[in-house]
């Protein structure tokens, strides 16, 4: 895999509303880490940088404006210039300007990771390739919840997160993880400074 400079890196709902009540059991306890040296290693690039964030319209949400849980994770705020791109729905694309910022930028790909992989992770990436954009998941910087299967029972996330990653291999992204994308940034960097 390479990555085309025309390439942006989108982290979705990196919000504190998902660490409270009603949510449930999550995977992944080392999303926040990668996701954390995936925005330093992009950021040390110079590629460009879109944060989306989930503004919910849902009374009582925790990922409404005025709950505290519509705030970023630490460290996962935009920095200086950084485009904040709001949406209100799963896909990033819809009810908002994120392709027309893409496109106005000569963005081809988008590299994607947030919470959760089987919501507005994996609805983002299959709106991206169905509007034309090569599009890349970062798995390990996203996680799931546990999920209620309609049967009393319950889906663990990690099997959520092993179904939705499958179908998004299958035909709508590329699948990778930090360290992956990290190394082809280093790469990069050091074939143009050759």
Not at 49 to 69: E, I, M
Not at 112 to 127: K, N, Q
Not at 139 to 150: E, L, M, N, V
């Amino acid at each position: 895999m390479q990555l085309d400079p025309r390439t942006a890196l989108i982290p979705i709902d990196a919000q504190q509303a998902f660490d409270h009540a009603p949510w449930p059991p999550r995977n992944n306890p080392a999303m926040e880490a990668n996701g954390l040296r995936l925005l330093d290693a992009w950021r040390a690039s110079g590629r460009p940088l879109l944060h989306v964030k989930h503004d919910s319209l849902v009374p009582g949400s925790t990922l409404a404006v005025s709950h505290p849980g519509n705030a970023f994770r630490s460290g996962f705020e935009p920095q200086g210039d950084e485009p904040l791109v709001r949406k209100s729905v799963n896909a990033a694309f819809i009810g908002t300007d994120l392709d027309l910022r893409l496109r106005r930028l000569g963005i081809t790909s988008v590299v994607l990771f947030g919470i959760s992989t089987d919501m507005c992770v994996s609805t983002t990436a299959r709106v991206a390739a169905n509007l034309g954009y090569r599009t890349i998941v970062v798995s390990d910087a996203c996680f799931c919840f546990d999920q209620p299967d309609g049967e009393g029972g319950v889906i663990p996330a990690e099997q959520i997160q092993r179904a939705h990653l499958a179908t998004l291999r299958a035909e709508f992204a590329e699948i990778v993880d930090t360290d992956a994308v990290i190394a082809l940034l280093r790469q990069d960097a050091r074939a143009r400074a050759a």
